[in-house]
């Protein structure tokens, strides 16, 4: 991670009818990098997550490195079909964006459908440590059932 902040916050924003979202200003500068970029990516139906673009480019670029060299030296010829999958995720998991006015994300068009939230309907924005996340009220709610009771297990887990 480029980026040394600890991003927290629950915010609840309107979408509205052009798709677009007001972001909460005191997140904003963790996710946009020095041109001003910031990474839309698909992570769970009903979530879309926003990252610095210059250090989601870096991991991204990493992981693909590994992947190719692999390649080259023909140790994945026995997973064809999982290279295209990752082929098919690639080219529709993210989008780099400019947020306009320095804090209001348009939604992709191709994202809209993954977010599953109408215009002028309400998301919740998310500090999730190192990125933010945009989440459909009820996947939000469904994903704080399943992982508040794991919260001090993980607390532990991770400062142990």
Same mark, same amino acid.
């Given at each position: ?8 916050? =629950?915010? %609840? %924003?309107?979408?509205?009818? %052009?798709? +677009?979202?007001?972001?909460?200003? =005191? ?15 698909? =992570? +769970? ?5 926003? /990252?610095?673009?210059?250090? /989601? +480019? ?5 992981? @693909? ?14 997973? @064809? ?8 995720? @690639? ?10 006015? %320095? ?11 993954? @977010? ?16 933010? =996340? ?5 996947? /939000? ?20």
């Amino acid at each position: 991670m480029a980026d040394e902040s600890f991003i927290t916050g =629950e915010f %609840r %924003r309107t979408i509205d009818d %052009r798709f +677009r979202i007001t972001l909460p200003p =005191e997140i904003v500068e963790s996710i946009t990098d020095e041109s001003g970029e910031t990474v839309v990516a698909k =992570e +769970r139906y009903g979530c879309l997550s926003l /990252w610095n673009a210059s250090a /989601w +480019r870096q991991r991204m670029d990493a992981d @693909l490195a590994v992947i190719r060299q692999k390649m080259l030296a023909n140790r994945m010829n026995h997973r @064809l079909g999982d290279l295209q999958r990752l082929g098919r995720l @690639l080219s529709t998991r993210d989008q780099t964006v400019k947020l306009a006015n %320095r804090s209001r994300l348009l939604v992709p068009p191709g994202f809209r459908d993954f @977010l599953d939230v109408e215009a002028n309907h309400e998301v919740v924005v998310v500090g999730a440590a190192v990125c933010v =996340e945009i989440w459909n009220p009820a996947a /939000w709610l469904e994903i704080l059932r399943a992982d508040m009771p794991e919260f001090d297990p993980l607390v532990q887990q991770l400062t142990g």
